[in-house]
């Protein structure tokens, strides 16, 4: 149970939150400046029963990850990963308290995740599963560290083998095939070819792109900045910006003319956008937007993007989005043996990240083929 008290501070709220390593009894406080905010969290309290040891998985958790914040054991980026797969795992599993989740529980969950009965209705890739589960484990394995429970549920856990978002980046004829097919279609307001041609030739990632502002382009020196990414972590659910998820993600890229001539032709429209909305045009400064200048929903940009692929004939193995990034490393990798200069425009921390982007395409498999036989004919 929570208590409330009336100070000089304002409004305490004042809970257990279990007992010490000596047995002793344990609390926490939080000071509201109303009564209104006090009776709200008192009620939270006693609601996700901290303390009592029949907290729900989703409430030990969240907990343990704002205890692991505040010590500096991870960070707030780290976090919000956990977060997100601490509520996707919550709503599966219920409000079972924790301690007395179980292997078969976690089966069931996990059997409903890959089916995709989740709020967004997606079935998710194996790569997104296995961080499901990575998450999961790593939260009951420090559980059973500090005591709380006798044996981890994840033990029996199989873990799914996680895979590469693409297979291979397009060839030049899949892409230009795409993005044939995406200028035929009125789909995202007109601007499903301008997004793939960008995504083409800044090799942004899709949060990069979507969440990408003017103020961060420079058309006079050809030059993008890369601040911010958006994110969408429920599907269906409102678009967030963040920093990216490294601080190699943080750069400046520099962009061609070609590149520069596709913007100034899209600022036009932009601007087109703003005059005819007036009063109702919401100034986020957004690139892509749509014609009022609000953000656009990563997951219905994805879906058409993958409707007009499949209508290219391109085979499901080259996301239309996503591919366009792996195609332009891979172009890069073809020019330039500077692999730390392609690693650093690709925002990558390391370049095994980088490594798993380039595509070895027939045209380089027959060269190699003729450097191996060089010397034996």
């Given at each position: 149970?929570?208590?409330?008290?009336?100070?000089?501070?304002?409004?305490?709220?004042?809970?257990?939150?279990?007992?010490?390593?000596?047995?002793?009894?344990?609390?926490?406080?939080?000071?509201?400046?109303?009564?209104?905010?006090?009776?709200?969290?008192?009620?939270?309290?006693?609601?996700?029963?901290?303390?009592?040891?029949?907290?729900?998985?989703?409430?030990?958790?969240?907990?343990?990850?704002?205890?692991?914040?505040?010590?500096?054991?991870?960070?707030?980026?780290?976090?919000?990963?956990?977060?997100?797969?601490?509520?996707?795992?919550?709503?599966?599993?219920?409000?079972?308290?924790?301690?007395?989740?179980?292997?078969?529980?976690?089966?069931?969950?996990?059997?409903?995740?890959?089916?995709?009965?989740?709020?967004?209705?997606?079935?998710?890739?194996?790569?997104?599963?296995?961080?499901?589960?990575?998450?999961?484990?790593?939260?009951?394995?420090?559980?059973?560290?500090?005591?709380?429970?006798?044996?981890?549920?994840?033990?029996?856990?199989?873990?799914?083998?996680?895979?590469?978002?693409?297979?291979?980046?397009?060839?030049?004829?899949?892409?230009?095939?795409?993005?044939?097919?995406?200028?035929?279609?009125?789909?995202?307001?007109?601007?499903?070819?301008?997004?793939?041609?960008?995504?083409?030739?800044?090799?942004?990632?899709?949060?990069?792109?979507?969440?990408?502002?003017?103020?961060?382009?420079?058309?006079?020196?050809?030059?993008?900045?890369?601040?911010?990414?958006?994110?969408?972590?429920?599907?269906?659910?409102?678009?967030?910006?963040?920093?990216?998820?490294?601080?190699?993600?943080?750069?400046?890229?520099?962009?061609?003319?070609?590149?520069?001539?596709?913007?100034?032709?899209?600022?036009?429209?932009?601007?087109?956008?703003?005059l005819a909305a007036g009063s109702a045009w919401a100034n986020n400064d957004l690139v892509l937007?749509?014609?009022?200048?609000?953000?656009?929903?990563?997951?219905?940009?994805?879906?058409?993007?993958?409707?007009?692929?499949?209508?290219?004939?391109?085979?499901?193995?080259?996301?239309?989005?996503?591919?366009?990034?792996?195609?332009?490393?891979?172009?890069?990798?073809?020019?330039?043996?500077?692999?730390?200069?392609?690693?650093?425009?690709?925002?990558?921390?390391?370049?095994?990240?980088?490594?798993?982007?380039?595509?070895?395409?027939?045209?380089?498999?027959?060269?190699?083929?003729?450097?191996?036989?060089?010397?034996?004919?």
């Amino acid at each position: 149970m929570a208590s409330i008290h009336h100070n000089k501070r304002g409004w305490t709220v004042r809970w257990d939150v279990g007992r010490t390593k000596d047995g002793k009894r344990a609390t926490s406080s939080k000071t509201f400046k109303t009564e209104h905010e006090a009776i709200a969290h008192k009620v939270h309290v006693e609601r996700l029963r901290i303390g009592t040891g029949k907290e729900s998985l989703e409430a030990r958790w969240l907990r343990w990850i704002e205890d692991r914040l505040a010590v500096g054991k991870i960070t707030e980026k780290t976090a919000v990963g956990y977060r997100e797969k601490c509520l996707g795992w919550g709503n599966l599993i219920g409000p079972k308290p924790y301690k007395q989740i179980t292997t078969a529980d976690i089966d069931r969950a996990l059997a409903q995740l890959c089916r995709g009965e989740t709020p967004s209705g997606r079935i998710p890739s194996p790569r997104t599963i296995h961080h499901y589960q990575v998450c999961l484990k790593t939260f009951f394995t420090h559980m059973w560290k500090k005591g709380e429970i006798e044996r981890p549920p994840t033990l029996g856990m199989e873990m799914v083998t996680a895979s590469n978002r693409t297979k291979r980046a397009p060839t030049l004829d899949e892409l230009q095939a795409i993005i044939a097919e995406a200028d035929q279609s009125k789909a995202i307001h007109g601007l499903v070819g301008f997004i793939l041609r960008l995504a083409a030739h800044t090799g942004l990632r899709r949060g990069e792109l979507i969440a990408l502002r003017w103020q961060d382009v420079d058309l006079n020196a050809g030059r993008i900045t890369v601040r911010q990414a958006a994110t969408q972590p429920s599907g269906n659910g409102s678009v967030t910006f963040k920093t990216p998820k490294t601080e190699a993600g943080l750069r400046s890229i520099s962009i061609e003319p070609a590149t520069v001539d596709l913007l100034r032709k899209h600022i036009v429209v932009v601007r087109q956008w703003q005059l005819a909305a007036g009063s109702a045009w919401a100034n986020n400064d957004l690139v892509l937007c749509d014609p009022v200048g609000q953000v656009l929903n990563m997951e219905h940009v994805s879906q058409i993007a993958g409707k007009i692929r499949d209508r290219a004939g391109v085979s499901k193995d080259v996301l239309p989005i996503h591919g366009t990034r792996h195609y332009n490393i891979t172009q890069m990798a073809k020019l330039t043996k500077d692999y730390a200069a392609i690693q650093r425009r690709a925002g990558h921390a390391s370049y095994a990240s980088t490594n798993r982007y380039i595509t070895t395409d027939e045209e380089q498999d027959r060269g190699l083929a003729k450097a191996a036989l060089k010397g034996l004919i």
